[in-house]
């Protein structure tokens, strides 16, 4: 990740990923992970959007608090830590849906539902590794030959 803005890169892998964990608190400080299908990500200003269902806790936990996006996809790692709203926008809802969309919510469902809510995560900072399989063997195979240290990949840390 080095000939283009790092932050944008980052995005564009996490949007590529499509399925991230979402990890926000409940009010008792427990943390509770969860797959969401990443329906956008916005470059500038570092967004991320995600749906689900008003009264879940994804909403729930997610409004107004920090919260955590993590995605792994083909040799890259990211943990995005940021903070989240709930956005009640049937326009932006319409956009996101799709069959996949529907079967979630159920046959029937429509985005125009108040029951479905959009989260919006602005990244505040984030972390990543990028390493494909091959190259983290060899890093790993020369680092035990030589007795060094395996580095295989890029490992950065990004403000937003």
Do not use: C
């Not at 427990?30 to 200003?45: C, D, F, N, Y």
């Not at 505040?124 to 890093?139: L, Q």
């Amino acid at each position: 990740m080095a000939d283009k803005d790092p932050r944008i890169e980052l995005l564009e892998k996490v949007e590529k990923a499509g399925i991230a964990m979402l990890t926000t608190a409940h009010p008792d400080g427990t943390l509770e992970s969860r797959p969401m299908a990443v329906q956008e990500v916005e470059t500038e200003p570092g967004v991320l959007w995600f749906i689900t269902r008003a009264s879940g806790d994804a909403a729930q936990d997610s409004e107004g608090r920090p919260v955590n996006v993590a995605v792994q996809d083909d040799g890259f790692w990211a943990s995005v830590a940021g903070h989240g709203a709930i956005v009640r926008d049937d326009e932006r809802k319409r956009e996101y849906w799709n069959s996949s969309t529907e079967a979630f919510f159920g046959e029937g469902a429509q985005p125009e539902d108040p029951e479905i809510v959009l989260v919006r995560v602005q990244a505040d900072s984030a972390e990543y590794w990028d390493s494909g399989a091959a190259s983290t063997v060899v890093e790993i195979v020369k680092a035990k030959l030589s007795g060094g240290e395996a580095r295989p990949g890029d490992h950065d840390t990004v403000e937003f």
